[in-house]
């Protein structure tokens, strides 16, 4: 199988130059000018448009059974969503109740996954346990290819841990060379501040906030970063989406922890207004941690610019608006938190980061591929455009214009939150490993196509923990 790529501007985290590229079977072959094909090469004219490295995100849920629901997508839908919308691989939270052990955990997301996804996958092992049996089983988990897990320092009774599993969690991965990936919020300050709003008769989604305000979110992130300097593990803050979090994060930073940010398109793009809609409308952007005050967009922004955040992700968790959102009709912390927005990222952080003029070309793909690949184990064979790099790209056509509506969309949610939102540009071919998956904005890939990516550890870092 062979697909020549000619004329596009090629842009990657570091260069941008006008060249053809020729994939055979699933990695890059030749990058050049004037390039020939052998016969029966696919040829597709990129003339007048960019050809970036497939996207990545980082933080995703397809599978997730949660606040007494289950998230929409499947791998069919969502994998389909992720490439229309220019994204060649996905990480997912595997996220098992504590009641599982992490092996049944483990093997209940890859089922879901298997031979159902249409984009490379893969993912953070949920740590929502830890004894003396979850030990061994992540070292097993480890060796397969899983070389990040995932804490929840919030959402205390579901998939929280306590400190003294944080602690042997974080000891674990500094040994194995694994990247502890966190949802920072002080669950304690939660839990007693919803009790407290409830107690008041104020149940309405715009409570949501209240009760998780950016103090809750920046002592999260203290927490984690105090215990990942005790014990040296690699850390990486999962949907940052305030000034006071990234501070602490910084702070800890120049101190010398291991800590790299990702912030959401949502935290980007839309603030705690939005959660304040009336009539309920506001449960459609009930997230946790919370929408914020719309002066968080600049820092992020700008936390993007100046490299102080390394990643944009998603945070994809659809629930319907109409069937599941309700179960918090009367009770604000009962509504199924997230806002689904697997196949709007790239064009959003286009339309609002590089159209506008916030971040430049190499930032938004630095920000929404190269890191996460390098953060996770996965560069240079995805993340980038260079030979032997697996064929993941994407031919951005940056003269369309479209509008975002739930009814067009492929994500299986019954809203959009940026529902009648123009953009600027689109993903118009999009490959997987050298085979095209999207081509004029369609699906047209192949369900069973995505490969489960089994990632290498860090090297063990040589200096000591405190
Ligand atoms: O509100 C959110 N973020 N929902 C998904 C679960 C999580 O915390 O990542
Ligand atoms: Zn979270
Ligand atoms: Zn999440």
């Known amino acids: 199988m062979t697909l020549l790529i000619k004329n596009g501007e090629i842009v990657t985290a570091s260069d941008r130059y006008t060249a053809d590229i020729l994939c055979v079977g699933d990695t890059i072959a030749q990058i050049g000018r004037e390039l020939t094909a052998p016969a029966g090469t696919e040829v597709i ?32 839908t969502g994998s389909k969503a992720a490439l229309i919308g220019g994204t060649t691989t996905l990480i997912e939270m595997c996220c098992p109740a504590r009641s599982m052990s992490a092996e049944e955990g483990f093997e209940l997301w890859l089922a879901q996954a298997e031979g159902k996804s249409a984009c490379d996958f893969s993912f953070h092992l949920g740590v929502t346990r830890f004894d003396d049996a979850t030990e061994a089983q992540l070292r097993a988990i480890v060796r397969r290819g899983v070389s990040s897990f995932k804490v929840f320092l919030a959402y205390k009774g579901a998939f929280g841990i306590d400190d003294t599993e944080l602690y042997r969690t974080l000891k674990l991965a500094a040994e194995l060379g694994v990247v502890v990936t966190a949802h920072c919020e002080n669950e304690t300050l939660i839990a007693e501040r919803q009790k407290e709003l409830l107690a008041a008769g104020k149940i309405d989604p715009a409570q949501h906030h209240e009760s998780r305000p950016p103090t809750v979110e920046a002592e999260g992130v203290h927490h984690l970063l105090t215990f990942a300097e005790l014990t040296g593990a690699s850390t990486y803050i999962v949907h940052l989406s305030c000034r006071e979090a990234l501070a602490e994060a910084v702070r800890a930073r120049q101190r010398g922890v291991r800590v790299a940010v990702e912030t959401l398109i949502q935290y980007l793009l839309l603030d705690k207004s939005y959660a304040e809609r009336p009539d309920f409308e506001g449960a459609k952007y009930v997230m946790s941690p919370p929408l914020r005050d719309r002066s968080n967009q600049a820092v992020l922004w700008h936390g993007l610019r100046d490299g102080l955040i390394q990643t944009v992700a998603t945070d994809h968790a659809p629930f319907d608006f109409v069937r599941q959102k309700p179960l918090g009709r009367e009770d604000f912390t009962k509504i199924p938190n997230g806002i689904p927005s697997l196949e709007d990222r790239i064009t959003l952080l286009y339309t609002h980061g590089v159209a506008a003029g916030r971040i430049d070309l190499h930032t938004f793909v630095d920000v929404a591929s190269t890191q996460a690949a390098k953060q996770f184990g996965l560069f240079p064979r995805k993340g980038t455009i260079q030979l032997g790099a697996d064929a993941d790209l994407v031919v951005f056509d940056p003269k369309h214009r479209g509008v975002i509506s739930a009814k067009t969309q492929a994500m299986n949610v019954d809203y959009s939150a940026f529902e009648g939102w123009p953009i600027q540009g689109r993903p118009d071919v999009v490959t997987v490993r050298g085979e095209v998956a999207v081509r004029d904005g369609k699906f047209v890939g192949r369900i069973g196509r995505g490969q489960f990516l089994a990632r290498p550890t860090r090297s063990v870092p040589s200096a000591p923990a405190r």
């Open 45 to 76: 004219d990129a003339t007048g448009k960019f050809v970036f490295p497939g996207f990545i995100d980082p933080h995703v849920h397809i599978y997730l059974p949660f606040m007494g629901t289950y998230s929409k997508d499947t791998y069919e």
